[in-house]
């Protein structure tokens, strides 16, 4: 589980191809304090630890996880949100978030509004529903509010602090997001088809 708070941007230094695609990627956090099997959510995919280094950990990404994220499009150097899983006691800053994304949205139009930029994505069509103005989404990881919605498309706005903290600076139109839903909508929506 976690907050959709990001605590680091690591960076893919390697991938190879195993039969399932093993990734090491470089992160700033005290490798010293993650144990094997640990879930770090690595672009808002929930991935188990399973070698470590000094300032690097080794993740192994199945090829179901590849085909319903963007994981197919990493590559050596990309820079990646991380977020260790929420401990007992820990600030609950974003929403709660599985690491189990949904599918992959569509980053369709950028626009500078003073320091911010409003990001328009679209949506999977059999995810739109879940996604609501002043709802929450997480998007590569990130715990984001939804500013309004249009069928498929919603927007966000990015302040220069999230832009700084994360990789959301280095977005363009084109790229594919990981979207994971609010838990809370997937309920809900879930509880009305069965009334």
Known sequence: MFTGIITDVGTVAELEQQGDLRARIRTGYDTKGIDIGASIASDGVCLTVIALGPDWYDVQVSAETVDKTNLDAWAVGRRVNLERALK????????????????????????????????????PEALARFIAPKGSVALNGTSLTVNEVDGCDFGINFIPHTKEVTTWGDVAVGDRINLEIDTLARYVARLNEMS
């Open 88 to 123: 007992v006691g820990d600030e609950l800053g974003g929403h709660i978030v599985s690491g189990h994304v949904d599918g992959v949205a569509e980053v369709v139009a950028m626009v500078d509004e003073g320091d911010s930029t409003r990001v328009t994505l679209r949506a």
